[in-house]
């Protein structure tokens, strides 16, 4: 895999209002949310973002409502325009871009899975999972055979006749991945794709979209409310509030080294047993002495403490591909265990 | 002289804003006008009553454009602002005459062919094909035999060619409708500003009453053509099937007109691909009621030749032939409840088969 940029928003910025270039000034030199609102009667949608996202690698956005994420990834394909700022895919800004030039990068370039699905409700399965072919012009005969096997490869094989009502909603976003997966672009965006589907159902999509993309290494950007989601799903990071980037990088770094309060709090409340992974903690110096077993360096430290059955003077060995990379400690577990404090905060408790 | 009391009411007004010059002379009210019949009542009740000036507040008039005019000469009454319209429309009526004759002439045509149609095919071919129609539309056995037992009843009571030519009509104006009220309602859902401009003139067109329709069209037609009475038809109809139209494309998903956006669909293809179909349920809400309202208006248009039930029961009203004209309104409603049902069965079968989750 190699590393390219595929995407790169360069401060950008989104201010939604009656005259949003009139304040953009204001809001470049410092002015926050609260106070554009109150003085100028603007709402701060995004405020100088900068963001990589790497070609084959999935770039998590997350954010509560209201952060500006939704507002973010409509701008990768410009179904919003910014207020200021570029958006560079594969090199070039694509704010320049004519109206028939957007439309090839929308039809070929990039393909986008909704959170409500939005299929279309007078269409087959099929016809939804074509419709990224058909809107290039091809009939039917010719995208029927893509469609099917990316309906087969995403569980819904046999159900190309079915109408979009007579699915379940697990199964209609298993279309709208379909859909996105038979356009055959190099870059997938996902706005909040499972966070309206129950529990167990978002699961197995996220299992399924690991699977996929282990296969077939699209550029992911991928939108989500839910930390537990967005460190399952993700290689590169990006926090967002109020419009502004917090903290971004990889989700082993932020969780250990949270920048803020902010993502402290965040990242009180999971479980970072099953998250962190031996890579993120263990002593890279191949130590000598007793093992008493060996882990992988992708091993979460929840199969590792269940490997110690719990004793807290085991020592392993870390593999990757089976050579020895480092070495672990249970005390070491155990630190990493505790919830990261920032300086101020252990002063006052 | 005592006539003078209600022609110089507003004397003093005139006179006190200093355009008894503009008036024309001092004389107010001239007797360039005849005389009118308040001035008539007035003159005799003052030379009757005798007493007083009859001057008192509580008779005072409200300064209409009659009573100024008896001030003032130079201010027209309200006769002449009803005389300039109409010789304003007499004026313009031949130019109007020369756009809109040919425009409308394959209306005409096709009123008169379809009438033709509709009543020289015997009974038993057209009975069946508009049976065979209804199936087509409804796909429901129960529907096409109410259809088949209404129809059966009106043939029974001999009002089987009065009823063809009420259909007639509906056809050929609900299609026309159709036509044209589907494009403007595309047009408007796309600018806000034509909405703008549009939903006024629907307002008024539906407000109206339907008889003042007639009343500029039988000056700009003659009364024998057909035209006249299917232009007062369609402009009475067409209202809901645009407004529907407009609305139900207004309505459709923005969820779904997104993903549209976001896989690079064309405007066009957005359209016809998408905002049309989603629209459909809507669009054919507006057809049905644009085919009820042409069947009131039918009713309406026989004031000015328009052949069907309408005739019978306007011979009801005229000659007082009290059971012809309930006969042929019983025959209206059956003809109603016909037409509404069998459009409704479609509008169920398209909403069926796009239901939303």
């Known amino acids: 895999?190699?590393?390219?940029?595929?995407?790169?928003?360069?401060?950008?910025?989104?201010?939604?209002?009656?005259?949003?270039?009139?304040?953009?000034?204001?809001?470049?030199?410092?002015?926050?949310?609260?106070?554009?609102?109150?003085?100028?009667?603007?709402?701060?949608?995004?405020?100088?973002?900068?963001?990589?996202?790497?070609?084959?690698?999935?770039?998590?956005?997350?954010?509560?409502?209201?952060?500006?994420?939704?507002?973010?990834?409509?701008?990768?394909?410009?179904?919003?325009?910014?207020?200021?700022?570029?958006?560079?895919?594969?090199?070039?800004?694509?704010?320049?871009?004519?109206?028939?030039?957007?439309?090839?990068?929308?039809?070929?370039?990039?393909?986008?899975?909704?959170?409500?699905?939005?299929?279309?409700?007078?269409?087959?399965?099929?016809?939804?999972?074509?419709?990224?072919?058909?809107?290039?012009?091809?009939?039917?005969?010719?995208?029927?055979?893509?469609?099917?096997?990316?309906?087969?490869?995403?569980?819904?094989?046999?159900?190309?006749?079915?109408?979009?009502?007579?699915?379940?909603?697990?199964?209609?976003?298993?279309?709208?991945?379909?859909?996105?997966?038979?356009?055959?672009?190099?870059?997938?965006?996902?706005?909040?794709?499972?966070?309206?589907?129950?529990?167990?159902?978002?699961?197995?999509?996220?299992?399924?979209?690991?699977?996929?993309?282990?296969?077939?290494?699209?550029?992911?950007v991928f939108i989500t409310h839910d930390l537990d989601e967005a460190l399952k799903l993700a290689d590169h990071l990006v926090i967002l509030k109020d419009g502004l980037v917090v903290q971004q990088g990889e989700p082993q770094h932020i969780l250990l080294n949270p920048a803020d309060p902010y993502i402290e709090d965040f990242v009180s409340d999971i479980n970072r047993a099953r998250v962190l992974r031996v890579r993120s903690i263990m002593d890279s110096s191949s130590g000598e002495g007793e093992f008493s077993g060996e882990v992988d360096h992708d091993d979460n430290l929840e199969n590792v403490i269940a490997m110690a059955e719990g004793a807290l003077d085991r020592r392993f060995r870390v593999t990757q591909d089976g050579k020895p990379v480092g070495t672990l400690e249970m005390p070491a577990i155990m630190r990493a265990l505790v919830p990261r404090r920032s300086a101020r905060e252990t002063a006052r408790g | 002289m005592l006539s003078g009391i209600a022609m110089a009411t507003y004397d003093g007004v005139i006179d006190a804003l200093g355009l008894r010059e503009w008036c024309g002379g001092g004389d107010g009210g001239g007797g360039s006008a005849p005389m009118s019949m308040q001035e008539l009542l007035a003159r005799s009740r003052g030379e009757s009553g005798g007493g007083g000036d009859g001057g008192s507040l509580w008779d005072l008039p409200f300064p209409s454009l009659d009573t100024l005019h008896d001030a003032c000469a130079a201010i027209p009454e309200t006769r002449d602002l009803t005389l300039g319209l109409e010789r304003g429309f007499l004026s313009i009526r031949d130019a109007l005459r020369v756009v809109v004759d040919p425009v409308t002439q394959p209306l005409s045509w096709m009123l008169r062919e379809s009438l033709a149609v509709m009543t020289n095919t015997p009974w038993w071919i057209m009975m069946p094909l508009l049976l065979a129609l209804v199936w087509l539309v409804s796909r429901s056995w129960r529907i096409v035999g109410f259809v088949a037992m209404s129809l059966a009843l009106l043939a029974l009571v001999d009002h089987y060619d009065a009823a063809m030519q009420t259909l007639a009509i509906i056809f050929v104006c609900a299609f026309i409708c159709v036509l044209i009220g589907v494009p403007i309602g595309i047009a408007m859902s796309r600018s806000d500003r034509l909405q703008r401009i549009v939903i006024p003139i629907l307002d008024m067109l539906q407000t109206l009453p339907p008889f003042v329709y007639l009343i500029p069209l039988i000056f700009l037609f003659s009364v024998t053509e057909p035209k006249l009475y299917g232009i007062a038809i369609i402009l009475y109809a067409i209202v809901p099937v645009v407004r529907l139209t407009d609305l139900g494309i207004r309505l459709v998903d923005r969820d779904v007109i997104e993903a549209a956006d976001a896989f690079g669909m064309t405007s066009r293809q957005k359209l016809f691909g998408v905002q049309i179909p989603l629209a459909l349920p809507n669009i054919m809400a507006g057809v049905n009621q644009t085919i009820m309202m042409s069947l009131a208006m039918v009713v309406i248009a026989s004031l000015v030749s328009a052949p069907g039930l309408g005739v019978l029961v306007l011979r009801g009203i005229r000659s007082l032939e009290l059971g012809v004209g309930l006969v042929a309104g019983f025959g209206i409603v059956l003809l109603a409840i016909m037409l509404d049902r069998v459009t409704k069965a479609s509008l169920a079968r398209i909403d069926a088969s796009q239901a939303k989750r």
């Open chain 1, 1 to 220: 895999m190699d590393d390219n940029v595929k995407i790169s928003i360069r401060h950008l910025y989104k201010i939604f209002g009656d005259n949003p270039k009139s304040v953009l000034a204001e809001v470049q030199a410092g002015m926050g949310k609260p106070e554009l609102l109150e003085s100028r009667n603007h709402v701060l949608g995004l405020s100088d973002i900068n963001v990589d996202m790497h070609e084959g690698k999935i770039t998590v956005i997350m954010g509560l409502s209201g952060s500006g994420k939704s507002t973010l990834i409509r701008h990768l394909n410009r179904l919003i325009e910014p207020t200021s700022g570029e958006v560079l895919v594969d090199g070039e800004n694509i704010l320049t871009w004519n109206e028939a030039r957007l439309r090839t990068l929308r039809r070929e370039t990039m393909s986008m899975v909704f959170q409500k699905f939005a299929l279309l409700p007078h269409r087959t399965v099929l016809e939804n999972a074509g419709m990224a072919l058909a809107t290039r012009g091809k009939s039917r005969k010719e995208f029927e055979g893509d469609a099917n096997r990316w309906l087969d490869r995403v569980g819904l094989g046999g159900y190309g006749g079915h109408y979009p009502y007579q699915l379940s909603g697990g199964m209609q976003q298993r279309v709208g991945i379909a859909r996105a997966l038979t356009s055959n672009s190099g870059i997938m965006l996902m706005d909040e794709a499972f966070s309206a589907l129950d529990p167990l159902i978002r699961t197995d999509m996220q299992d399924l979209l690991i699977e996929l993309q282990a296969e077939l290494h699209k550029t992911i």
